[in-house]
């Protein structure tokens, strides 16, 4: 149960991923130059207040790596993330593969 729900979260998570991927591309090309939707932004538009708090809960409990790296990661393109997020999770649910050779009891 638990490898079906890993699996259609991670799926979920790669059909949006690939809608993001589509209109950064679409905006990109009525542009001609490359704009990319950035994951603070989306976040934003979710939901600011949770976006503020989850940026100072890191700033608080992990002020050594929030300048050189986690603040990256909200600088990121949004299809990125979400594309990463979502191999992880399609990976983590998959069936294991079967021994060969060994007997099995």
């Known amino acids: ?13 790669l059909a949006l991923a690939f809608i993001f991927f589509v209109y950064d591309g679409t905006k990109t ?4 130059q490359a704009i990319f939707m950035k994951v603070s932004d989306a976040w934003a538009i979710v939901d600011q207040n949770s976006l503020n708090s ?3 809960w890191l700033k ?3 002020a050594f790596a929030w300048d ?15 594309g990463i ?3 992880i999770l399609i990976l983590l649910g998959r069936k294991k593969k079967p021994l060969i050779g060994y007997a099995r009891d």
């Open 54 to 56: 989850v940026q100072n």
């Open 68 to 82: 050189p790296y986690l603040q990256k990661v909200f600088d990121l393109p949004t299809w990125v993330v979400l």
């Open 29 to 32: 090309i009525a542009n001609q």
């Open 60 to 62: 608080l409990k992990f």
């Open 85 to 87: 997020s979502a191999a």
């Open 1 to 13: 149960m638990i490898r079906f729900l890993l699996r259609f979260i991670g799926l979920c998570l």
